[in-house]
DNA sequence: CCTGTCCCTTTTTTT
DNA sequence: AAGGGACAGG
């Protein structure tokens, strides 16, 4: 066989991997090699010269997952070009697209953002800044706060989104006592375009519609992306697989991935209907199983399959293994509290690496709710343990991040209400709510952004900006100290100094790069990410950011708190001060921007710190998704917290929290625990659980149960 | 009209 | 814990 790479894959795999053209559906259960099988089937069609890497599309649902295919692709192509670089040579250039549904959509969305009906600075809202809006509606329109709440709408608003039904659509379909919802959906949607802004979902929603009404765009990207395979199928929702459909609706050489018991988004409106129709869809469609597990011992896919037979609505399957032996039994510990079961955890780790070889990066720590992970980490820090955190409160969502980038964001889009909002009001400027309320109503009324507004002199009336003059604070570089805010101007005068300052900045960088994009935007994605790494703007970003961070005040005020010794305020300093870091890595600021709102940045810390020191994972099994670890704790099996107390009334979700804890056991490859804590604390007091139903459902052979009444604190 | 402070609720899972 | 609401002071 001519191709190394073939030699080690059985036979459903090959075939797998040897599907040239047309639709094929894979059933890969869990460990079963699915990434392997994905991402040799794009190497295969690369070097069978059956398309150019830039042919190729993957989509996956994490960033991390995207990452990882990338690189295995990456390395694959390397070896078979014996050690020569003509693919992946890091420029992008010779690497299939990989990339996540939101991150494909908001690239594409930014190409065409005037078809889009968008202007091309349009910013994405994160959760954060659509909830701000959200509440801000439901309160303008005097509705019933405890009865529609901010949380309630927004699930409307996105199943909605997801469901492809704008909101004038919405009115049509909602029933009686939905009504306001739909309402409440109408001005978002309105509120959003006037901030010329997106959030999550409209990405998806945009993009689909921007194909449906250009027909030529649609078919330019089919006619580039002749390969596409979508990973974790089963979690699509109706509006992802229409994208899929319509991207992949002229040459039908469509390969979905997926996995009916590893369906774990429903709340999101993944429908595992996607995998069931996919054969409907495209009649004659190859199916191919993938039931050999190459993953974990006998003893773990064992409890794993009994566990997710108790599921009723899912296509039987097995998946075997070869491995000789059962391997080590399941451990499941009993504690008295959460403190106790976390020093077990943290015991046991340090037992694992002492006694039986494992590193730190061998392990990973898994649970339901990310709330779960406090009390764990405060006994790994005490312990010594190196650790990591996925997921949680991510770096860009944390408050001082999203204040400083709210400067960024609102000179490069004036419309941009929340992040006005979030700027002026970050740090004391002396402008509250009414004076920006007054504000927002002067330029609406004449039709102007805020910037124009200002420009123009229309706020002379407002108190703090009647003789607003021009100032001299000029942008340093980041390492010299930058000036701190006069204390001769107003705040709010130097607020909009700050802003007109680096507008002018940022627009002369974005100049200089459309420049370059104009000679190389030709047709293809194959330049995408081609042309912004030899620009010689250089640490321009950072001084931007540094500059903010020192003019707006935002440094003093935090630095006010830290002399008071405030813990938090110090580790803002660190965060922002790790911001800027970050910020070198980048010289295109749209790129910056996009990616802190859809990006997480959970590799980062790990990566920038260059050790060789590696450190245990904490996450939830959700964010555990695709990924596997020869030790694996699964923490907090309680009813009521596993399966969560939200899913007992139904026994659909029921289903799901099972095929959660199905997904968390087969994380694992030689060692399983599952613990559970009699108490826990909840807030103030404590509660009390029984043992989780998913522990009874494992046969009592598989396990070896460890029953301590000690109690820790 | 803005800002600081005290007290109150809330915390499933994610791009 | 930490963000939001209520209230007092400036």
């Not at 027909?215 to 979690?235: A, G, H, T």
């Not at 392990?363 to 709330?371: E, F």
């Not at 555990?624 to 704790?633: C, D, H, I, Q, S």
């Amino acid at each position: 066989m001519p191709f190394a790479y073939l030699k080690s894959l059985n036979e459903e795999q090959l075939n797998a991997v040897l599907h040239e053209d047309g639709p094929l559906l894979i059933l890969a259960g869990a460990g079963s090699g699915k990434t392997r099988v994905i991402t040799l089937r794009a190497v295969h069609l690369i070097k069978t010269g059956k398309a150019k890497p830039y042919n190729i599309l993957g989509v996956t649902f994490t960033n991390k997952a995207a990452r990882e295919m990338k690189e295995r692709i990456k390395k694959a192509l390397e070896y078979e070009e014996g050690g020569h670089m003509e693919y992946g040579s890091g420029n992008g250039f010779g690497l299939p697209e990989f990339s996540t549904f939101h991150s494909f959509c908001l690239k594409l969305l930014r190409r065409h953002a005037d078809l889009a009906g968008y202007e091309r600075s349009f910013v994405v809202f994160d959760e954060d800044d659509s909830s701000k809006v959200i509440t801000k509606i439901i309160k303008s329109l005097n509705l019933n706060e405890k009865i529609i709440t901010p949380s309630k709408a927004k699930y409307f608003i996105e199943r909605n989104k997801n469901s492809f039904i704008n909101a004038e659509e919405s009115f049509g379909t909602v029933k009686a006592w939905e009504k306001d919802y739909a309402v409440i959906y109408s001005e978002y949607s309105k509120k959003l375009k006037e901030s010329n802004a997106m959030d999550f979902n409209d990405l998806l929603f945009n993009a689909v519609k921007l194909f449906q009404n250009n027909p030529q765009i649609l078919e330019r990207y089919s006619n580039l992306y002749k390969y596409i395979m979508v990973d974790e199928f089963q979690d699509t929702n109706y509006i992802q697989d229409k994208l899929i459909k319509l991207l992949a609706g002229k040459h039908k050489n469509i390969c979905v991935v997926g996995d009916d018991d590893q369906s774990i988004y429903s709340f999101r409106g993944a429908t595992i209907d996607n995998i069931l129709s996919f054969e409907k869809t495209y009649p004659g469609c190859s199916v191919i199983k993938l039931e050999r597990n190459y993953r974990s011992t006998k003893n773990i896919l064992d409890a794993a399959s009994i566990l997710v037979r108790g599921n009723k609505l899912r296509k039987d399957k097995t998946l075997t293994t070869d491995k000789k032996g059962g391997g080590s039994r399941i451990t499941v510990y009993q504690a008295n509290n959460d403190y106790s079961e976390s020093y077990y955890i943290a015991k046991e780790i340090r037992r694992l690496i002492r006694e039986d070889g494992y590193s730190n990066k061998d392990i990973a720590i898994l649970y339901r709710a990310n709330s779960q992970s406090r009390v764990i980490e405060d006994r790994l820090v005490k312990e010594s343990i190196r650790y990591n955190i996925y997921g949680g409160l991510k770096f860009y969502q944390r408050k001082e991040i999203k204040d400083i980038l709210s400067f960024l964001r609102f000179a490069l889009n004036p419309k941009d209400a929340v992040s006005f909002e979030r700027s002026i009001q970050c740090v004391p400027t002396g402008a509250g709510e009414k004076t920006i309320k007054n504000m927002q109503d002067i330029a609406f009324k004449n039709g102007a952004d805020i910037l124009t507004a200002l420009k123009t002199g229309l706020f002379s009336s407002i108190r703090g900006l009647n003789n607003m003059q021009a100032q001299t604070i000029s942008i340093a570089p980041a390492s010299s100290p930058a000036a701190a805010p006069d204390s001769s101007v107003s705040g709010i005068a130097n607020y909009f100094d700050v802003i007109l300052k680096i507008k002018s900045e940022m627009e002369s960088v974005i100049l200089d790069k459309q420049g370059e994009m104009v000679k190389t935007a030709d047709e293809g994605a194959a330049t995408e990410s081609g042309l912004s790494r030899d620009s010689n703007s250089g640490d321009k970003l950072a001084d931007i950011i540094n500059f903010v961070y020192k003019a707006s005040g935002y440094e003093a005020m935090l630095r006010t708190g830290v002399s008071k010794a405030n813990e938090l305020d110090r580790n803002r300093i660190e965060n922002i001060e790790e911001l800027i870091n970050a910020s070198h890595d980048f010289d295109d600021i749209t790129e910056f921007l996009d990616q802190s709102a859809i990006n997480d940045t959970k590799e980062e810390p790990d990566a920038r710190d260059g050790s060789d020191i590696t450190k245990v994972s904490l996450m939830t099994i959700h964010s555990a998704k695709g990924l596997e670890f020869p030790v694996v704790f699964i923490a907090g099996l309680e009813e009521h917290l596993f399966p969560h107390i939200r899913s007992l009334d139904n026994e659909l979700s029921l289903e799901e929290e099972r095929r959660l804890c199905y997904v968390g056991i087969t994380r694992a490859k030689e060692k399983l625990y599952l613990t559970w804590s009699k108490r826990r604390r909840s807030g103030k007091d404590y509660k009390y659980n029984m043992p989780s139903r998913f522990l009874r459902e494992i046969p009592e052979e598989l396990i070896e149960e460890i029953i301590d009444n000690y109690e820790y604190y």
